[in-house]
Structure formats: C-alpha cells, structure tokens
C-alpha cells in the first residue's frame, strides 16, 4: 500500500487550521496511506527567559493540529506525528529553519512538506519567500497550501496593544526631542510633544512590529539605560585604540570583512546590536539579515572585539535579562569568521 510521508511546520497564524486540513486532503489523494508529520520548530534558545513560554505554545498549537488532523482524516488510515524541532539550537534565519526541516525529512522519509502561506514562527516578519528558496536550494520538495487568506486591514488606534504602541513610541519620541532641545524651555515642551504625536500615530505600528509586554517593556528600558555606560566605554576604548593605530608610523591598519551570527532575535534586538556596532569606532556594520552581521572591521583590535562578542552579551542583557548575557563568544562558538581581507 502506497504511503505519502508529509511534513506540516506550523506557527500559530489565522490559516494553520486551513493549512493542515490541506495537507490531509491532499496527502490522501495522492495515497492509500497518509503519515502527517506536525512539527513546530522553536526560533528561540534555551537560556531565553521567554523560551519556556513558547515551548508551551508550541505544545499547545500541536495538541491542536493533532485533533485538526484527526478530524479530517475521518476514517482513512492516517497516521499523525507531532514534534518540536530547534529546542537544543538557535534558529535565526530562513536557511537554518530550512536545514532543520530537511534533517527531519531525511530521518522519517519525507516526501513533501506543506508550507502555511502566513508561517511566522515567532519571528519578526515572515519568511515564506525566504524559505521556500532554502528549501528548493537543499532540494527539498514542498507545497504551498491553497488557503483563503483574510483581508489585512492596518489600524491607527484600536486595543490594548495599539495604544501601547502609541504609548511607547510617543515618550520615546519626546524624550529624544527633549534631550536635542531644552526642557526647561516651554516652547521646546509644547512643539516636542506635538511633534512625538505625529510620530507615534504615523510610526508605532513600524517601529513596533509585534505587541510590547507591559511589565518587560519597562524592565527592558531600564536595562537599556544601564547598557548606555557600557557602549560609551567601548566607544571611548575604540577611538583610543583607533587613534593609536591612525598616529604610528606603521599604520597597522588592516581591513577586514567579518560575518557573525549573532545570537539575538531578528528586528529591534538585531537593530540594536547592528547600531551598537556601528556606532563603535573601527567597525561597521555593512548588513544585518535576520541574525548574520556583515561587519567591515579597521583594526585587529576591532577585529577581536567582534570575535569576544561584547556588545552581543551587552544586548542580550538588555532584551533577555542578566542570565541571558552569560553566552559564549561568537568566536567560542565557531559561528565568526573573517570572509574578506584588504582587497575589499
């Protein structure tokens, strides 16, 4: 009897129901027998306070997808698996997600995996596109479910999580305003807080792409401000270093290309850290795609900074917590290396 062996990953969007159902249907029209593999693969490291709360989401979205599956299997001989993938890894970008689906599918004889047009495994933006180009560059068949996606209707102002938004983004507006102005003067208070509201009502949905935790959020800007002295000190060691390097005769200067993957979520912890880097003398951030850096370093010194992943830990802190910060160095975890010299 002829069995079709499919692979569904799943993240918790408005099509994943539609998404399974397709792929029992279209399993079984194409065999007998139907083996559905349901897996929900984890975005998140183990040492990542909320790591435990989406392992439980995960559990609870895959008890879901079994009694989804089972449903519309009816009678056929349908056998389900469910498993969570990446919980002893990091899972950054699209390849990584792509390299872990196709180690499963070598393991149990996948014949294809059925892909959920809205997947968005807890990242900041989906990785559809993305993903289905890793996985036609491993070789690895899939589908795209047909399902009926919902209208996407943008809001200004509607529910709790807009208004935090709005919230968030107008104090941090005004308080930036406020320190390149004067606030002691009242017309610097009046236009800044003018000007923070036309930001935060055409902004907050860009500059917060998912729903801001109330009582993290406010941990989190503490932690940031405690994380100001530590990037002004590397800055103040950079330029010394720099300045060092430009004024010997030698000129010990030695261009390189380095890429990291740096162990922070994609959007605003990778923008933090990118800027961080850059904002250092010496380095530069060239590109930032999901959790790769491309950095353009001027010295050794700078060079080795990068590998002991300082400013890593120091975001890391700040977005996950002090636990959080104590990480190997890129370089002790063989995920830096030099990709350019001095010819570029």
């Not at 799943?10 to 397709?22: E, F, I, Y």
């Not at 070598?106 to 990785?127: F, K, N, T, W």
């Not at 068949?141 to 200004?156: N, S």
Request: proline share 6%; charged share 25%.
């Amino acid at each position: 009897m002829a069995v079709e062996r499919l692979l569904v990953p799943l993240s918790d969007t408005v099509t994943v129901r539609q998404t399974v159902g397709h792929a029992v249907r279209s399993g079984l029209e194409r065999a007998d027998s139907l083996e559905c593999h349901l897996v929900v693969a984890l975005p998140y490291d183990a040492d990542v306070p909320e790591s435990a709360r989406h392992r439980e989401d995960a559990d609870d979205l895959l008890s879901r997808a079994r009694n989804w599956a089972e449903e519309d299997a009816s009678d056929a001989d349908v056998t389900i698996e469910t498993a969570t993938l990446g919980a002893d890894e990091y899972l950054f970008g699209p390849r990584d997600y792509a390299e872990i689906f196709d180690a499963y599918a070598d393991d149990h004889g996948i014949d294809r995996v059925i892909i959920d047009p809205e997947y968005q495994p807890g990242v900041s933006a989906q990785l559809l596109q993305p993903l289905e180009r890793e996985l036609e560059r491993i070789g690895l068949a899939y589908d795209e479910a047909p399902v009926d996606r919902p209208a996407r209707r943008g809001r200004l102002v509607g529910g709790t999580e807009d208004f935090d938004r709005l919230f968030a983004t107008f104090w941090i507006s005004y308080g930036f305003y406020l320190v390149l102005g004067d606030p002691t003067y009242w017309f610097d208070l009046v236009t800044g807080a003018a000007v923070a509201a036309i930001v935060s009502v055409s902004l907050a949905q860009v500059t917060f792409s998912v729903p801001l935790d109330r009582v993290q959020s406010p941990i989190r800007t503490v932690r940031f401000v405690l994380y100001i002295p530590y990037l002004l000190w590397e800055i103040l060691k950079a330029n010394i270093a720099v300045s060092a390097a430009v004024l010997r005769p030698s000129m010990p200067i030695e261009p390189t290309l380095t890429r990291v993957n740096a162990r922070v979520r994609s959007g605003l912890p990778l923008t933090a850290l990118a800027n961080s880097i850059t904002l250092t003398p010496g380095t530069l951030t060239v590109r930032a795609d999901n959790q790769e850096l491309l950095v353009h370093t001027l010295i050794p010194a700078a060079q080795e900074d990068l590998f002991d992943g300082g400013l890593e830990r120091g975001i890391r802190f700040v977005f996950y917590g002090r636990e959080s910060a104590a990480i190997p160095s890129p370089e002790e975890r063989d995920e830096a290396e030099v990709v350019g010299g001095e010819e570029l």
